[in-house]
C-alpha cells in the first residue's frame, strides 16, 4: 500500500508529464494535496510569457477569459484522445 505522500508525487509526475507532453512545458513547482476524497492540485508558473501578459493587459477580464477558454479546449481535446 503506497503513503499518501508517494500517491501525491505520483499525481504531480502525472500532471507534470501531461503539461510537459501536451502541452510543451512543465510547471515551475507542482503541488499535490490529498484531503480525504478531494484532490487539490495546485501548478505555479505555467503560463507562458503571452499568457502572462494577455491576463495583465488593460481589458484582464477578457484576456483572462480567452485564456479560460483555450486552456479549457486543450485539456477537453487531450481527454478525449486519452479516452481512444
Not at 503541488?31 to 507562458?48: K, N, Q, S, W
Not at 488593460?58 to 479549457?72: E, F, M, P, Y
Amino acid at each position: 500500500m503506497k503513503t499518501q505522500g508517494e500517491i501525491q508525487a505520483a499525481i504531480c509526475e502525472g500532471i507534470r508529464r501531461f503539461e510537459q507532453d501536451y502541452m510543451g512545458r512543465g510547471p515551475k513547482d507542482i503541488y499535490a494535496h490529498l484531503l480525504g476524497d478531494l484532490l487539490v492540485i495546485r501548478l505555479h508558473g505555467v503560463l507562458t510569457a503571452a499568457e502572462q501578459h494577455l491576463t495583465k493587459s488593460r481589458s484582464a477580464d477578457k484576456g483572462r477569459n480567452l485564456l479560460k477558454q483555450v486552456r479549457t479546449h486543450l485539456i477537453e481535446t487531450a481527454r478525449r484522445s486519452w479516452k481512444r
